[in-house]
């Protein structure tokens, strides 16, 4: 089945694309430029200029590191580079959705524009964030990621930059690439083959390339490996095993009791009762993919070229976590004979205390870990689709235009197994005095004897388990049409003034259809979530020129004067305008320097107004209970809450918010100020130092940054019971946090700012295999200086603070210094290379926000890690290469963490976790 499904989707995009150059296009606008100089086009400016003088700074990544790396997604090679902060991974499991995706400077993914050839792709999620998975590594010619942020150029939503990939269009032959990748243990293979296939036709005048690649990963689970096998958790002043309070025995929290597996109950203990979740969870995802992709272009005429693209991709993320967490709840038949005559006495005395019968039902708020209903799966089914049809051509010698239309779709099912229906589990809880039947015995009810492991019959599982489906619709299409030109050269300058100016209709839609379990919130464990449909378009005329000042004079070798502009009508919030500015100014040919400012106008996506309510459950603090109460919070407004402060011990590290979409959320503004230099002080040698500083004003966030945000600010900061920060909580009778409401608003501000260091030295060495052979070092760097957070714009002196820390509040490791470098040595056929990763020590976030003295944290901060990857390549033939490489080879491991981790006792999109993995790939071109 898997090779019909690749036999016709390969027939297909010939098919497709040739249709798409020969169908006439309809108008439109370009993202690149005709041929104003003979330069490359670097991304973040349509006007081609070398790649030293972009007006941002600028980092490309080419075909060579891919191959060398051994990295089969794309997104692994993004995820080192210093500009970006590991986002959704291989290892994202929970949370996680089965993406893979890019996040420059740490702004969100969403702020971040991914774009294939210059032009925008296939969207993967209702924020409109690209699925790198989709991305056919093989047929990549180089990355270009530009840091400064670029809306006026491409859009609104480039608020933190823009990721391009130049794909490979102009193939000849047939050749074939395939990689295996596998761990030091043995497991989590890796392992891909791809097809590419090309030539030219029409005497030359035409080329089509078609590109199929089929890719396995195999699953790696937290229990495999020894620093994730156990959840963490801290007590008494150092890291234990830990893990949930809902556990197989069943815990009762208003009685704080559990049961054995004969019904006798008897006290929990805390934290050694503590379910163990972690050996369940997928500590690396399996993936199956399938992608094809086709390029053609045919000059029509010597003025006239019509081209195509066709891109379909297929790809299969599981997630895999514990059995379900049943949190929830019931009614109990205090004469059940499923637990003792003891606790049977506990709860009649309740009843008793309430001037109840005591025979009454009572109502116990319980977490019963579901193990005889297996683990939690989920499956995400993502078929994306892509067609673009365009034509450029020279209309004289100095103008030139690009017309395209584009049309991308993808459909995702989600499949959830191994749930449990809330409202089936309350009905079979409630049973008869006998025990052998329900009070309620619709729908087939079975008795569900939750009180002691091991005690849940089949027939019961196969009544309250259920399945859930939902299903997400993504629509894209783009009109665009640009021109370009030049309008003659300045007195004072040789150099024309280069402009280019067009327009674009873009037009973005989705739907998420959840199915009446998760529509109705009835299942446990999971997610509930309402539909989310929504749609906008956008209207936008853009313009861009650069203007050549002065060239040749004393102390000024050029300079030169850059402009962009985009006025965008959005449907749902109206008009808004983004412009950049930037100058070049080189005093000596060695030496040029950069300065650019941009402001920028994003306009919220579909899942930021549309998206239905839905359940999460992040980590999170609770100021009100023990160990978590400092001077800082307000005892009385925890009682006038529902209870008092430090008297109970937070159930979970974990704390359920509600999310949800916001219709009347405004744009968010943002300033970017960059200024750079670059030298170049011998041939092979360059050097760029580059400045960015970024502030987003009404940000778009959840209501105060985070359930974690919502907490502090409530008990700790604003400590006004009528404030949204304390309305939106609400608590259990035990004094647990039940939910916080944290739906989408405008907040406060984002700062970030930081300085780039790149340095490449390139030269030629008079000893090899021929004779002689050529060294290549790169190093990238950034230093983040500050990464602050204001999340309320009424509370200008309450800012969180996220340089050099990761928790609760800040999240992902932010690190001050992120560097690394590789060193290449070719020589013939052979090439030695290595890369060295170092990323910086970071804190917990609480110390410097909550001026929590680090003495009083088990583990105050995560040390620094260096990461080593290795490298052999080999030209066995002409045709034939073959690549061999360690990544991890120092098999670094990460710091272990307890309650401030994300998931597997650690960040795993930001540490390696697997040890050394091993690579070998060849490729083979036939002639």
Same mark, same amino acid.
């Given at each position: 089945m898997k090779k019909n499904l690749l036999s016709v989707a390969v027939k297909g995009a010939i098919g497709l694309t040739a249709a798409a150059v020969l169908v006439p296009a309809m108008p439109a606008f370009a993202q690149e430029d005709a041929k104003l100089v003979e330069e490359v086009i670097v991304t973040g400016s349509r006007i081609k200029r070398q790649d030293l003088e972009s007006v941002s700074p600028f980092t490309s990544i080419g075909q060579e590191e891919f191959k060398i790396s051994g990295n089969l997604n794309v997104e692994q090679k993004l995820a080192e580079l210093p500009q970006t902060l590991p986002s959704f991974g291989p290892s994202s499991n929970n949370p996680g959705?089965?993406?893979?995706?890019?996040?420059?400077?740490?702004?969100?993914?969403?702020?971040?524009?991914?774009?294939v050839n210059g032009r925008r792709y296939i969207p993967a999620t209702q924020t409109g964030?690209?699925?790198?998975?989709?991305?056919?590594?093989?047929?990549?010619?180089?990355?270009?990621?530009?840091?400064?942020?670029?809306?006026?150029?491409?859009?609104?939503?480039?608020?933190?930059?823009?990721?391009?990939?130049?794909?490979?269009?102009?193939f000849e032959g047939v050749q074939i690439t395939s990689l295996y990748d596998v761990t030091g243990e043995g497991d989590g293979a890796k392992s891909n083959i791809d097809i590419t296939m090309g030539g030219n036709f029409a005497d030359g005048r035409g080329n089509a390339v078609v590109y199929a690649s089929w890719s396995d990963r195999e699953s790696v689970f937290q229990g495999d490996r020894d620093f994730s096998n156990v959840a963490l958790t801290e007590s008494g002043g150092e890291l234990v095993p830990g893990g949930s309070s809902g556990i197989p025995g069943t815990r009762v929290f208003d009685t704080n009791t559990t049961f054995n597996s004969d019904g006798t109950s008897r006290a929990f203990q805390d934290p050694a009762d503590r379910f163990n979740y972690a050996p369940d969870n997928y500590l690396q995802l399996p993936q199956e993919r399938f992608l094809v992709s086709s390029f053609a272009h045919y000059d029509i005429s010597d003025k006239l070229t019509a081209y195509g693209e066709m891109a379909f991709a297929h790809n299969e993320v599981p997630q895999e976590l514990a059995p379900t967490p049943a949190f929830t709840t019931v009614s109990v038949n205090p004469n059940t004979p499923f637990f003792d005559a003891a606790y049977q006495d506990t709860l009649r005395q309740m009843n008793i205390d309430a001037g109840l019968d005591p025979n009454a039902p009572v109502d116990l708020f319980v977490g019963r870990r579901m193990v005889e209903n297996g683990p939690r799966q989920s499956l995400d089914t993502r078929d994306g689709f892509r067609i673009l049809a365009g034509f450029r051509g020279d209309?004289?010698?100095?103008?030139?235009?690009?017309?395209?239309?584009?049309?991308?779709?993808?459909?995702?099912?989600?499949?959830?197994?191994?749930?449990?229906?809330?409202?089936?589990?309350?009905?079979?809880?409630?049973v008869n005095d006998a025990g052998t039947a329900c009070q309620d015995t619709s729908?087939?009810?079975?008795?569900?004897?939750?009180?002691?492991?091991?005690?849940?019959?089949?027939?019961?599982?196969?009544?309250?388990?259920?399945?859930?489906?939902?299903?997400?619709?993504?629509?894209?299409?783009?009109?665009?049409?640009?021109?370009?030109?030049?309008?003659?050269?300045?007195?004072?300058?040789?150099?024309?003034?280069?402009?280019?100016?067009?327009?674009?209709?873009?037009?973005?839609?989705?739907?998420?259809?959840?199915?009446?379990?998760?529509?109705?919130? /009835?299942?446990?464990?999971?997610? @509930?979530?309402?539909? %989310?449909? $929504? #749609?906008?378009?956008?209207?936008?005329?853009?313009? *861009?020129?650069?203007?050549?000042?002065?060239?040749?004079?004393?102390?000024?070798?050029?300079?030169?004067?850059?402009?962009?502009?985009?006025?965008?009508?959005?449907?749902?919030?109206?008009?808004?305008?983004?412009?950049?500015?930037?100058?070049?100014?080189?005093?000596?040919?060695?030496?040029?320097?950069?300065?650019?400012?941009?402001?920028?106008?994003?306009?919220?996506?579909?899942?930021?107004?549309?998206?239905?309510?839905?359940?999460?459950?992040?980590?999170?603090?609770?100021?009100?209970?023990?160990?978590?109460?400092?001077?800082?919070? /307000?005892?009385?407004?925890?009682? @006038?809450?529902?209870? %008092?402060? $430090? #008297?109970?011990?937070?159930?979970?590290?974990?704390? *359920?918010?509600?999310?949800?979409?916001?219709?009347?959320?405004?744009?968010?503004?943002?300033?970017?100020?960059?200024?750079?230099?670059?030298?170049?002080?011998?041939?092979?040698?360059?050097?760029?130092?580059?400045?960015?500083?970024?502030?987003?004003?009404?940000?778009?966030?959840?209501l105060g940054g985070g359930v974690n945000n919502v907490l502090d600010l409530c008990y700790n900061v604003v400590k006004d019971i009528n404030s949204p920060f304390c309305k939106a909580i609400s608590r259990r009778s035990d004094g647990n946090v039940r939910i916080v409401n944290v739906l989408n608003e405008n907040i406060g501000l984002i700062e970030t700012n930081g300085i780039d260091l790149n340095v490449n030295y390139g030269t030629d060495l008079a000893f090899g295999i021929d004779g002689g052979s050529y060294l290549s070092v790169g190093f990238s760097s950034t230093f983040l200086l500050d990464y602050d957070q204001t999340p309320i714009a009424d509370l200008p002196?309450?800012?969180?603070?996220?340089?050099?820390?990761?928790?609760?509040?800040?999240?992902?490791?932010?690190?001050?210094?992120?560097?690394?470098?590789?060193?290449?040595?070719?020589?013939?056929?052979l090439t030695l290379s290595a890369l060295v990763r170092y990323l910086g020590e970071t804190n917990d976030d609480v110390i410097e926000n909550n001026d929590v003295a680090a003495s009083d944290l088990v583990v105050p901060s995560l040390d620094a890690e260096t990461y080593l990857d290795l490298s052999v390549g080999y030209a066995m033939t002409e045709n034939l290469d073959l690549n061999f490489g360690i990544k991890n080879a120092l098999d670094t491991e990460p710091t272990p963490l307890g309650d401030a981790q994300e998931q597997a006792n650690t960040f795993p999109s930001t540490y390696d976790l697997l040890g050394p993995r091993y690579f070998l790939s060849a490729s083979y071109k036939f002639d």
């Open positions: 959705d089965g993406t893979a995706r890019v996040d420059l400077r740490g702004l969100g993914s969403y702020r971040t524009v991914v774009l964030v690209v699925d790198l998975n989709t991305i056919p590594g093989t047929l990549i010619k180089n990355v270009d990621v530009v840091t400064g942020g670029a809306s006026a150029v491409y859009g609104s939503d480039a608020l933190a930059g823009v990721v391009n990939f130049q794909m490979v269009d102009d209309i004289n010698d100095d103008w030139s235009y690009d017309t395209y239309y584009s049309y991308a779709n993808l459909e995702n099912t989600n499949l959830l197994n191994n749930d449990v229906a809330a409202s089936r589990f309350r009905q079979a809880i409630l729908n087939g009810c079975v008795p569900l004897n939750i009180w002691g492991e091991g005690n849940i019959s089949q027939e019961a599982v196969n009544f309250v388990n259920v399945g859930a489906t939902n299903v997400t619709s993504i629509t894209q299409e783009v009109l665009s049409a640009s021109m370009s030109g030049v309008l003659g050269a300045l007195p004072t300058s040789d150099e024309p003034v280069a402009v280019v100016f067009g327009l674009e209709h873009r037009n973005d839609e989705s739907t998420y259809r959840p199915d009446s379990f998760l529509s109705a919130g /009835d299942v446990l464990g999971f997610n @509930a979530g309402k539909a %989310t449909v $929504g #749609s906008y378009s956008a209207d936008e005329v853009f313009s *861009e020129v650069n203007v050549p000042l002065l060239q040749g004079k004393p102390g000024v070798e050029s300079l030169s004067l850059w402009g962009a502009v985009r006025y965008s009508d959005y449907s749902n919030i109206g008009g808004v305008t983004s412009f950049a500015t930037a100058m070049n100014y080189s005093p000596i040919e060695m030496l040029k320097i950069r300065a650019g400012y941009q402001q920028a106008v994003r306009a919220p996506n579909v899942s930021e107004l549309f998206l239905g309510q839905s359940n999460g459950f992040p980590s999170a603090d609770d100021p009100c209970a023990a160990g978590n109460v400092t001077t800082d919070t /307000d005892t009385a407004l925890c009682a @006038a809450t529902g209870v %008092t402060a $430090g #008297s109970f011990t937070q159930a979970n590290s974990q704390i *359920e918010g509600m999310f949800g979409g916001n219709p009347d959320l405004q744009e968010e503004t943002s300033n970017t100020f960059t200024f750079g230099v670059v030298v170049e002080p011998m041939d092979g040698l360059d050097i760029a130092v580059d400045y960015y500083n970024i502030e987003i004003e009404d940000a778009i966030d959840v002196d309450r800012v969180n603070y996220c340089a050099g820390n990761f928790g609760n509040t800040c999240g992902s490791p932010r690190q001050e210094v992120n560097w690394n470098s590789r060193i290449t040595w070719s020589s013939g056929p």
